[in-house]
């Protein structure tokens, strides 16, 4: 060994021994991210744990904390998700298609472009003051099922855009070739080949879009929901004809975030009891939403081979 | 495209109104924010003040933390561990953010009063620290989907000179990838400034004209949630403060945008 080489050597071990250093820190702040999520799990399954049982879901909220329930929030929570749902899927995809299938390049195309994207960057806050000017006092819905339904569809509707956007793109133009060779329209060539193809795409992105729409808490503050709702609003089926009734569009409401809130800002430990057994009801319901698209997403690509 | 139109209409007519009654001048210079006061002030630097030291802390957190697990995970995680941390961040995304400030008040602001026994209840602090581990997995993921689009070549490049992994990842791939981690830093500095629950429950809703993270005080978005939970009369001078509030954060994020896509613009490399 020529003496030149020792000093080198020492530079080598230097270098190798930052570099795992660094491999070190690396997997510690991920594990910091790790802990954190099960420290705020267990701490709320911890505090809540003796407020979960069945009478907490069949139970409106109350002054004593002991015989609150989520009843109305999770209802009413349901029922926002239900407008979000029919009004954010049917726009979302059809804007979607538009955009990838039929859309020409020019600049108003660009510009639709680049007002998503920008769209996806607002806060949900200012979601909230649009739908508070416009659905509540423009269009007069009030505080309604209806305002809170047509916020959230607004907030996601760039969600739903991107992942149908990415699903059709996905789609081979053979596909595409092969339908028009056979004499199909473009409009058979979307509805026979591109939605099927691309529904397990567009269902990942829907379900991603509800789970984020149903851990809004802002937007539905803004537009002015009431925290107390001890009733539920009214049944949309009826005995008599026409056994349907939209009249639960315009009622007030809570939901599941909104509870959780007005009871964290108690100062009193039994509410914040029960805050914590309804943040992890939540956590539970988003995180299985968000667990069935991750795992749709996986089975996707492990499938489809083109 | 409809939604960007009725943001900005809603926006700029009822803030229309607002600056009628208040000019410009005293809404930017003004350091006292009492909109529901007799004696009202309208001080928007007071708020400011609020939203950026609780932003500040959040990005010091999340971006250091956001960038390194991103370079980890890119650069030096198994593959196995690298395609079962990407899900479980995603998860840590999606966690609704009512959810953050009860942790932040319950959880984090004990545990911080621990070690600094002076801590008031609602302070920044606490806040900041918990936006700055939600914001983490938007960061990272941005980050990291960039950092793994350089191409092979150009690390195989850099090992072929004798670099180790690291020299590599600091001096090769991260130049490389910087319009996508300025725009992964920029999405997180939009995240915080818009963050609402949060610091609404964990840091206070008394204004507070301070950059001192120890301190409660009221942001932007705290503010528009407190006139939200009272009944003011649609129309009055304090409904429309929300508006003009709203538009200020509106301007806020837009500004982070152009200067997102402007960078991205500017650095962009290409292959």
């Given at each position: 060994m020529k003496p030149i080489e020792a000093p080198l050597r020492r530079e080598i071990q230097r270098r190798k021994r930052t570099q795992t250093l660094f491999a070190a820190l690396g997997l510690v702040a991920l594990m910091l991210g790790v802990l954190t999520f099960a420290a705020l799990f267990a701490e709320m399954a911890w505090n809540g744990f003796a407020r979960l049982d069945w009478s907490f879901f069949t139970h409106f909220p109350s002054r004593r904390a002991a015989q609150a329930g989520i009843l109305s929030a999770w209802v009413g929570s349901t029922l926002v998700m239900l407008v979000t749902a029919i009004v954010a899927v049917p726009l979302g995809v059809a804007a979607g298609v538009y955009l990838e299938?039929?859309?020409?390049?020019?600049w108003l195309t660009d510009l639709i472009e680049i007002n998503i994207t920008n769209l996806a960057g607002v806060p949900s806050i200012v979601y909230g003051l649009l739908a508070l000017g416009?659905?509540?006092?423009?269009?007069?819905?009030?505080?309604s099922i209806l305002s809170a339904g047509l916020t959230l569809a607004l907030l996601i509707l760039p969600v739903v855009i991107v992942a149908t956007r990415e699903a059709v793109r996905a789609i081979p133009q053979s596909i595409r070739e092969g339908s028009y060779a056979l004499g199909a329209t473009q409009w058979q060539t979307v509805r026979y080949h591109i939605l099927p193809y691309s529904s397990p795409g567009i269902l990942t992105g829907v379900i991603i879009g509800l789970a984020r729409a149903i851990g809004e808490t802002a937007p539905i503050i803004t537009i002015g929901a009431?925290?107390?709702?001890?009733f539920l609003p009214?049944?949309?089926?009826?005995?008599?004809?026409?056994?349907?009734?939209?009249e639960w569009l315009f009622s007030p409401f809570t939901v599941m975030p909104i509870q959780m809130f007005n009871w964290t800002s108690r100062p009193e430990a039994a509410f914040q009891a029960n805050a914590a057994a309804a943040g992890f009801v939540l956590v539970l319901m988003t995180l299985a939403m968000n667990g069935v698209a991750i795992w749709l997403r996986y089975r996707l690509r492990s499938r489809i081979k083109w | 495209m409809f939604t960007t139109v009725g943001i900005v209409y809603i926006l700029v007519k009822e803030s229309v109104v607002f600056f009628q009654h208040v000019p410009l001048a005293l809404f930017l210079?003004?350091?006292?924010?009492?909109?529901?006061?007799?004696d009202a002030h309208f001080g928007i630097v007071v708020l400011l003040s609020g939203t950026l030291t609780s932003s500040a802390v959040a990005l010091a957190i999340a971006i250091p933390l956001g960038t390194i697990i991103a370079i980890y995970l890119s650069e030096f995680a198994p593959f196995r561990l690298r395609e079962s941390a990407k899900p479980f961040l995603e998860l840590l995304g999606g966690v609704p953010t009512i959810v953050y400030g009860y942790f932040a008040l319950l959880f984090v602001t004990p545990l911080l009063q621990k070690i600094y026994?002076?801590?008031?209840?609602?302070?920044?602090l606490s806040a900041g620290i918990v936006m700055g581990i939600m914001i983490i997995p938007y960061v990272s993921s941005i980050s990291e989907d960039a950092m793994r689009a350089v191409p092979m070549a150009l690390r195989e490049g850099s090992y072929a000179m004798g670099a180790t992994k690291l020299q590599t990842a600091l001096r090769v791939v991260v130049p490389a990838a910087f319009s996508g981690l300025a725009s992964a830093y920029i999405l997180g500095i939009s995240r915080a400034v818009g963050e609402t629950m949060i610091v609404a429950v964990a840091a206070g809703m008394q204004p507070n004209l301070t950059f001192n993270p120890l301190e409660p005080a009221a942001t932007i978005t705290t503010y528009i949630v407190q006139v939200a939970l009272g009944d003011l009369p649609h129309g009055s001078v304090g409904y429309q403060t929300i508006f003009a509030a709203g538009l200020t954060l509106m301007l806020f994020t837009l500004a982070c945008n152009i200067a997102g896509h402007l960078l991205r613009k500017r650095f962009r490399e290409a292959y």
């Open positions: 299938e039929y859309a020409g390049k020019n416009l659905f509540v006092y423009q269009f007069g819905f009030g505080q009431l925290t107390f709702i001890a009214p049944s949309p089926l009826k005995a008599e004809p026409p056994y349907l009734s939209f | 210079g003004d350091r006292q924010w009492t909109p529901l006061f007799d026994p002076g801590l008031p209840g609602f302070n920044l």
